[in-house]
Nanobody
Framework: QGQLVESGGGLVQPGASLRLSCEDS????????RTWFRQPPGKNRQFLAA??????????HYSDSARDRFTISRDATKNTVYLRMTSLKPEDTAVYYC???????????????WGQGTQVTVST
């Protein structure tokens, strides 16, 4: 059974940067669409970014809220997808989840596989 494992979250001050990682340690999801969502306290899970596994399949897709400060990337040799976040704000506080699916979409329900999440807290 496949397993996605997020890491890299933590407590940071406003303006800081973080890089989250999502490892597919069992190489189950090679070729899948990979995505990052987040769930702020008391809110639904929100789409941030998605990336295809092959360079020739087109650029990543971002939500409007993520486009300017977040960057999704992948390292196929490590079976890992990253989310680089810059200029973090208190409103970025959330649990961040990575997912894998077969469809190019920003809909949570279309992704069948999720990691356990990693907490990001932005506060002074």
């Amino acid at each position: 059974q496949g397993q996605l494992v997020e890491s890299g979250g933590g407590l940071v001050q406003p303006g800081a940067s973080l890089r989250l990682s999502c490892e597919d340690s069992r190489r189950t999801f090679r070729g899948f669409i990979r995505t990052w969502f987040r769930q702020p306290p008391g809110k639904n899970r929100q789409f941030l970014a998605a990336i295809k596994w092959t360079d020739g399949d087109g650029p990543p897709h971002y939500s409007d809220s993520a486009r300017d400060r977040f960057t999704i990337s992948r390292d196929a040799t490590k079976n890992t997808v990253y989310l680089r976040m810059t200029s973090l704000k208190p409103e970025d506080t959330a649990v961040y989840y990575c997912g894998a699916g077969l469809y190019w979409t920003d809909q949570e329900s279309s992704y069948d596989h999720w990691g356990q999440g990693t907490q990001v807290t932005v506060s002074t």
